[in-house]
Structures are given as structure tokens and as C-alpha cells.
Nanobody, 129 residues
């Protein structure tokens, strides 16, 4: 069974930085693309970033482009989300997610909630103004 455990959330002032981590277990991490999503109160879960198996391809939502960086360490079975220049509108619960099948980033709906089969429990990020 695939397990995803996020960490690194917290309270930060606007303009600050946080780095989220997501530790994966239960299957060969290096064979699967990974994604980060977020959900603010009263809003739908939305895609933030995604990364291919070998980190050669990445995707970012327009709202975070230039401020957030997704990366992965296949030796540590971990995917990261470095968040800089944080804004109050970045406040949300952040989730990492993994697709059901291995393959390239473009072999599934990597920007869609429905493209992912496995989810972590989420980590709260709160940005104060």
C-alpha cells in the first residue's frame, strides 16, 4: 500500500519561505511522477506543481510560478516543495499525491485531482499579512 506523509507546514509571515516534504513508501518511488496540491477553506483542491520521474519535466500553476520549486530525491523517496515569497493567498492545506500507474508525467492527468490515486494527509500552511 502506498503511503505519503507530508511535513514542513507552519505559520509564516508574508514574504517568508517554507519547504514541504513528502516521504513516500510502499512501492518504487522512482518510477512514478508526483504532484503537490492545495485546498483553501471553502475552495476546491487545486494543482500547485508536478514533477516527472527523473525531474526532467515540471509543471507549476500560474499562481505559484517563479515562487515555488518542486524537486525530488529518489534515493530518499521524497518529493519537496520549496515555497518562497509566500503570500496570504497561499494559505491552505497542502497535499502530495501519486498516480496509480508509473510512466511519464504526460501519461495521466497530472494537473487534475482525478489523475492521482494516492494522497497524503496534508500539512497546513498559514501565511499572515
Amino acid at each position: 500500500q502506498v503511503q505519503l506523509v507530508e511535513s514542513g507546514g507552519g505559520l509564516v509571515q508574508a514574504g517568508g519561505s517554507l519547504r514541504l516534504s513528502c516521504a513516500a513508501s510502499g512501492r518504487s518511488f522512482s518510477s512514478y511522477a508526483m504532484g503537490w496540491f492545495r485546498q483553501a477553506p471553502g475552495k476546491e483542491r487545486e494543482s500547485v506543481a508536478a514533477i516527472s520521474i527523473n525531474s526532467g519535466n515540471t509543471y507549476y500553476a500560474d499562481s505559484v510560478k517563479g515562487r515555488f520549486t518542486i524537486s525530488r530525491d529518489n534515493a530518499k523517496n521524497t518529493v519537496y516543495l520549496q515555497m518562497n515569497s509566500l503570500k496570504p493567498e497561499d494559505t491552505a492545506v497542502y497535499y502530495c499525491a501519486a498516480p496509480k500507474s508509473s510512466g511519464s508525467l504526460y501519461s495521466f492527468g497530472y494537473r487534475s485531482v482525478s489523475g492521482y490515486a494516492y494522497w497524503g494527509q496534508g500539512t497546513q500552511v498559514t501565511v499572515s499579512s
